[in-house]
């Protein structure tokens, strides 16, 4: 009875919650690059450079990135850290404590984030390429830092070096609906400090990073959809023949 009760309140706050996703920050469509290895090789070396010190990829072991084309001396030579081995699970090395004493909540793991992002907005592959674009300098945050499509994240910006930092501009407009009121609208950014990456290369850095970690919540993915090819090819080939003998039959019967 407990279980059900939850579940009738889910199912209540999720118009809610769709909402809320729906108005927020429009998101930028992810380069699909799914099916380009080199890409996500790349995604995979920004993930253990840049994410994995504070997340973790529990549902995922390095000797899984064999499937991405990397040889396990690659793996173990580029992707790895001291301690681990190439049969490990992809864990943080950060305390549940210390990552909640720091950033007031213990970072989730990434193991399945793309999928669990996506909405009606978009797939989480574009959530995760927007929000990772769109980090500003925030002084009066304890981070330092804030972000357009996660406003007041925890989450400092890990990849400000790349992409340098940047400072949001707003503008004071009339509420459309409310003559009275106001509105912050965002109206540009203003690069402090250039990174190691121009605009364009952080936005494929990013795209690479994104693909990985879609690639990473489902890796059989593209082996499901050329299997899905063949099955749907042989189901109609099915359909003609079985169209064509209940026609032979019932031409016999009349």
């Avoid at 793996?75 to 210390?98: C, E, H, P, Y």
């Avoid at 009066?140 to 972000?147: K, L, M």
């Avoid at 965002?186 to 795209?207: H, R, T």
């Amino acid at each position: 009875m407990k279980q059900l009760k939850k579940l009738l309140a889910a199912l209540v706050l999720m118009p809610t919650l769709v909402m809320a996703s729906e108005a927020g920050y429009p998101l930028d469509r992810a380069p699909d690059r799914g099916q380009d290895m080199s890409a996500l090789q790349n995604g995979a070396k920004l993930f253990v450079n840049y994410c994995l010190n504070c997340h973790s990829a529990s549902m995922m072991r390095y000797n899984r990135l064999r499937d991405l084309g990397l040889s396990e001396e690659q793996i173990r030579d580029n992707l790895l850290f001291t301690s681990d081995k190439v049969g490990d699970l992809m864990k943080s090395n950060l305390s549940a404590a210390d990552a909640k004493k720091w950033f007031g909540a213990v970072p989730p793991d990434l193991s399945v984030i793309a999928r669990a992002k996506a909405s009606g907005d978009g797939t989480g592959a574009d959530w995760i390429y927007t929000y990772l674009r769109t980090y500003y300098k925030d002084d009066s945050r304890a981070t330092g830092w804030n972000n357009l499509v996660f406003p007041n994240v925890g989450m400092p910006h890990v990849l400000w070096e790349l992409q340098g930092v940047r400072a949001a501009k707003f503008e004071e407009e009339k509420d459309p609906h409310d003559a009275s009121k106001t509105i912050h609208k965002f109206a540009g950014f203003e690069q402090i400090k250039a990174g190691k990456l121009n605009v364009q290369e952080y936005d494929s850095a990013v795209a690479d990073l994104v693909a990985y970690l879609d690639w990473m919540g489902e890796p059989v993915k593209n082996k499901r959809q050329r299997l899905g090819v063949w099955v749907l090819f042989l189901m109609s080939i099915l359909v003609f023949l079985t169209w064509r003998l209940n026609a032979s039959f019932w031409k016999e019967v009349k």
